[in-house]
């Protein structure tokens, strides 16, 4: 599945919760990731969060793309993702 996730967390937790969600989705913005990626790993990713995080202070947004090619994407401004620039 295609998955964007966003969130809001306390300053102290945004770093830990960043590099959790690039082992498993490609950054975009901040506080924004995206990919491709299957329902057991989506679950452990998630699973793991929960831990790190405190629902009581902090948001996160999974959106589930059920087809990404019927999905458009418009970038304003500079793209930030990174994983498309070579050197």
Known sequence: MYVIV???VEEK???KVRKHLKKYLTW???SVFEGE???ALMYKCLTEMKKMTDSSKDSIYIYKVK???NMEKQTIG???N???IFF
Request: glycine share 0%; no cysteine.
């Open 28 to 30: 975009v913005q901040n």
């Open 78 to 80: 500079i793209d930030k």
């Open 6 to 8: 966003t969130y809001d």
């Open 13 to 15: 937790r945004v770093n």
């Open 37 to 39: 990626i299957s329902d």
């Open 67 to 69: 087809n990404p090619r």
């Open 82 to 84: 990174l994983e498309d």
